[in-house]
Structures are given as structure tokens and as C-alpha cells.
């Protein structure tokens, strides 16, 4: 007889589960991780230019925070600021936004907050399970509402739910976001042509460069 081991947290494909799964120590690891990597650039890059910036913090800074994110999406107003505080402090290093206010450097670099991009990235996901680019054999179950005729026509169904977990889960947390989009947006035959519609559907959203707002016109999606 094998006697299991009590663990408080385990690492599975790069993703740290803790007991409560609050993924507190996932995002402390890759915010960490990401800081170490701003580090790196600003002691060999001085006076970067903007396109510079951008390629290096693409490429070596915000995959540590965003990889996996639909599965320890963060929803406490505390954990957002922490990830958002890696971009904050990159954009700094492009000298002539350094006394810039931070949705000022966003819109000067054209960079979206992480808070958008974590729900461009949820809604990335549903799209591919709906249409079938994930063996349905291991992707999340979601269910369409075959009875609503009003939003679009892969309307997901709206799940009861008592706790936070539950709540602030993928297949909860992206249903009322995802029925708000129409169905030019959601009618696309690839992953690009999706984020290429989502992206000019969402334009004018304050959340792309200001962390404190959500998505609107969602109806009656809950406040992170």
C-alpha cells in the first residue's frame, strides 16, 4: 500500500496549483521571473527606442505572465495590479514615456493593459473550442443555449454558482463576455481572422489602456 503524499502546491505543465487554488504562488513565480528579465534588458539596453522595447518585452518579459493565464486567470483586484505593475515598469524604460502616466505610454506604444489581454486571450480559447480546434476529448465542456435566439448563435448557457471558484472559473467567467459578441465577430473560419474581428469590435474599449475598467456591453457580467 502506497500512502499518497500531502502536498500544498504542485507544478503541472508550468502551472503552479496551490491547496486553495488561488494561484498566489504561480503569479508571485512569474511575476518575479519577469522582473528578472526587466532587469536583464535595462543593464544592456540604454536609450531604447520604441520599436526596440517593444520587440524585446514581447519576446522575453510578457510571455512569463500571460502563458496559461486561462487557467489561473487572476480576479482579485490585488492580483491584477501586481501583474499589471511588470508592464507598468517596462514601459519606463523607453526613456521618452518615462514621465509618462501609464495609459499614456500604452496608447504611445500601442500596447494593450494585461488586464485586456488575459480577456482577449479567455475569449481566444472559446473560440477554438467551439470550433472543434481542440480534441474535445480534453478541452473544457461548454454548452450552448440552443433556446436563447437573442446574442449569437453559439450563446453559451449560464452556469449557477455559490463560490469564487466556481464564479472566476474559465467556463463560468467567459460566458457572459463571450455572449455579448456577435456573430460577425464569432463567424470566423480561423484563430487569426477571430482575433483580427475581436480586436476591431473591442477598439474602443477602456479597458485596453486603463487596468481599473472591464469590458462593457456584456450584460450582466460581474465585476472583477
Not at 1 to 15: A, F, N, P, R
Request: aromatic share 12%; proline share 2%; charged share 30%.
Amino acid at each position: 500500500m502506497h500512502t499518497l503524499e500531502k502536498v500544498e502546491s504542485i507544478k503541472d505543465l508550468g502551472v503552479t496549483y496551490d491547496s486553495s487554488l488561488s494561484f498566489r504562488e504561480h503569479m508571485q513565480q512569474k511575476i518575479n521571473t519577469a522582473y528578472s528579465m526587466l532587469g536583464i534588458i535595462k543593464r544592456n539596453f540604454i536609450n531604447m527606442d520604441k520599436k526596440t522595447f517593444i520587440l524585446l518585452y514581447k519576446a522575453l518579459v510578457r510571455p512569463h505572465v500571460e502563458y496559461a493565464n486561462s487557467v489561473w486567470c487572476p480576479y482579485k483586484k490585488t492580483d491584477i495590479s501586481e501583474i499589471e505593475k511588470v508592464q507598468k515598469r517596462a514601459t519606463k524604460l523607453v526613456i521618452s514615456l518615462k514621465n509618462a502616466r501609464y495609459s499614456d505610454r500604452l496608447k504611445s506604444l500601442n500596447l494593450p493593459t494585461l488586464k485586456y489581454r488575459c480577456i482577449r486571450g479567455d475569449m481566444i480559447e472559446v473560440y477554438k473550442i467551439l470550433s472543434g480546434k481542440y480534441d474535445s476529448n480534453v478541452a473544457p465542456v461548454l454548452i450552448t443555449n440552443d433556446t436563447v435566439t437573442r446574442g449569437n448563435k453559439y450563446k453559451l448557457f449560464k452556469h449557477s454558482f455559490r463560490h469564487d471558484i466556481r464564479k472566476f472559473s474559465f467556463t463560468c467567467r467567459t460566458v457572459n463576455t463571450w455572449n455579448s459578441l456577435p456573430n460577425h465577430v464569432i463567424d470566423a473560419n480561423t484563430v487569426n481572422i477571430f482575433k483580427t474581428r475581436l480586436d476591431k469590435f473591442w477598439k474602443d474599449q477602456e479597458v485596453f489602456y486603463d487596468f481599473t475598467c472591464d469590458i462593457t456591453g456584456n450584460g450582466d457580467r460581474s465585476e472583477r
